[in-house]
């Protein structure tokens, strides 16, 4: 069965530096999606993609974030400048529309 | 814009006794609901969903949820959990827009299965 895959599984950084995690959706998939969960907290969405464009992004999605679909199976969020509170664990997902979403196995990003 | 509720934070259940897992959303419009199972070390993998029809859903691994339009809620039931259904569940919502939208998820309930 067709998976989602990020890489990699953990990342450690220190604050101020960039980061990019990396995603490859299902291949069939045109929606794309990024969530975050902060430990002992919920899932939160972070942002959408359709067509080569945000579609959606929420508050927490500030210029620090940019998202990107550099070739045709890849679908990166980079974080300009981490910061403490950016620690979290990062969850990509894919879906065809109006369909279910099918998330990947999450990146734990650390900022010490 | 759209909430999730699972008043059960942490829920512990010996082997074979039932479940009923609390989830209430609220929403103006019509909604496409779902639960999600996390477990230990794992990603994300749909339970169920709900998107239209009888209101009664029925799952993988034995899982059942009844949407009650009335109440705004989705409960998940199992009338007989096991030791491997340890696990965090989250119920999500969204928008039924018939184009994609992004999920509001539940803060989620861990669930501890006992032998």
């Known amino acids: 069965e067709p998976e989602v895959t990020q890489t990699p599984s953990h990342q450690v950084t220190q604050m101020g530096q960039e980061v990019i995690l990396r995603c490859v959706p299902i291949s069939n998939h045109l929606y794309f999606y990024w969530y975050r969960q902060i430990l002992g907290q919920k899932v939160e969405f972070l942002v959408s993609?359709?067509?080569?464009?945000?579609?959606?992004k929420s508050e927490i999605f500030d210029d620090q974030f940019s998202v990107e679909r550099p070739d045709g199976s890849n679908f990166t969020l980079k974080i300009r400048s981490t910061k403490l509170e950016d620690s979290a664990m990062y969850f990509c997902?894919?879906?065809?529309?109006?369909?279910?979403?099918?998330f990947g196995p999450g990146t734990r990003l650390t900022v010490t | 814009a759209q909430s999730v509720s699972q008043h059960n934070h942490h829920v512990i259940l010996s082997e074979a006794a039932s479940l009923e897992l609390g989830c209430n959303y609220s929403?103006?419009?019509?909604?496409?609901l779902f639960w999600y199972v996390q477990y230990p070390g794992q990603h994300l993998q749909l339970l169920l969903k709900?998107?239209?029809?009888?209101?009664l859903v029925k799952g993988i691994k034995g899982f059942e949820a009844e949407f009650i339009k009335s109440k705004f809620s989705f409960n998940l039931r199992k009338p007989s959990v096991q030791w491997s259904d340890t696990a965090e569940y989250f119920c999500?919502?969204?928008?039924?827009?018939?184009?994609?939208?992004?999920?509001?998820f539940g803060t989620g309930t861990r669930l501890q299965v006992t032998l």
């Open positions: 993609f359709y067509n080569n464009e945000i579609s959606e």
């Open positions: 997902a894919s879906n065809m529309g109006a369909y279910e979403q099918y």
């Open positions: 929403y103006g419009g019509t909604v496409n």
């Open positions: 709900y998107f239209s029809g009888d209101p």
């Open positions: 999500a919502v969204r928008p039924n827009t018939g184009t994609a939208s992004k999920l509001t």
